[in-house]
């Protein structure tokens, strides 16, 4: 896959309104209620990295305090991941942002991009950074763009298929396809 880094150095917001009938609130530090998200979001993008970390690993992550978790709410349920990482000085990495499938196409992923950056800037940061890559989602890259961040790098990069290394199931991804050597 191409990866791509991208970087915003002041804070630029759409203004989005929040869609009706959600809320954004912090998401729990709880493995089980940040595992669930993470799948129900990534899988149909790859998003392997924090599945095939063990408990204790993950739990280090997502309990540190410089470590940032957010959703959007859906009759009480989470339906969006939002991950900002403060733990290197000055900087914001949007670690993880994505909706489930309830909520693409709502307005969500402008309002919850506006929540990321105000989430960000408001520490006093001087970057905030993120990197996608051809196998995320299609319209990923220009949202970025029009959210404001610049490309500031690509690099290659190569793994094998979590799904044939059994960290994702078989049917995840259904868009990228399985090559069984």
Not at 53 to 81: H, S, W, Y
Not at 145 to 159: A, D, L, N, Y
Request: hydrophobic share 40%.
């Amino acid at each position: 896959m191409i990866v791509t880094h991208l970087e915003m150095r002041a804070a630029q917001l759409r203004n989005a309104p929040l869609p009706s009938g959600l809320e954004f609130t912090p998401l729990p530090r709880d493995l089980d209620v940040y595992r669930g998200i993470f799948n129900r979001v990534g899988q149909e993008w790859l998003w392997y990295a924090r599945a095939q970390l063990d408990d204790a690993a993950l739990r280090q992550i997502i309990q540190d305090p410089r470590v940032k978790l957010f959703t959007l709410r859906k009759d009480g349920i989470p339906e969006a991941l939002l991950e900002l990482d403060f733990r290197v000085e000055n900087s914001c990495e949007l670690s993880y942002f994505g909706l489930s499938a309830a909520l693409i196409g709502s307005g969500a992923g402008s309002y919850l991009m506006d929540q990321a950056i105000t989430q960000a800037f408001d520490a006093g940061i001087e970057r905030f950074h993120l990197h996608t890559c051809t196998i995320d989602s299609p319209q990923a890259f220009s949202f970025y763009r029009r959210s404001g961040f610049t490309p500031i790098r690509q690099q290659v990069e190569i793994s094998d298929d979590p799904r044939l290394l059994g960290i994702l199931p078989p049917e995840a991804a259904p868009n990228v396809p399985i090559f069984e050597g």
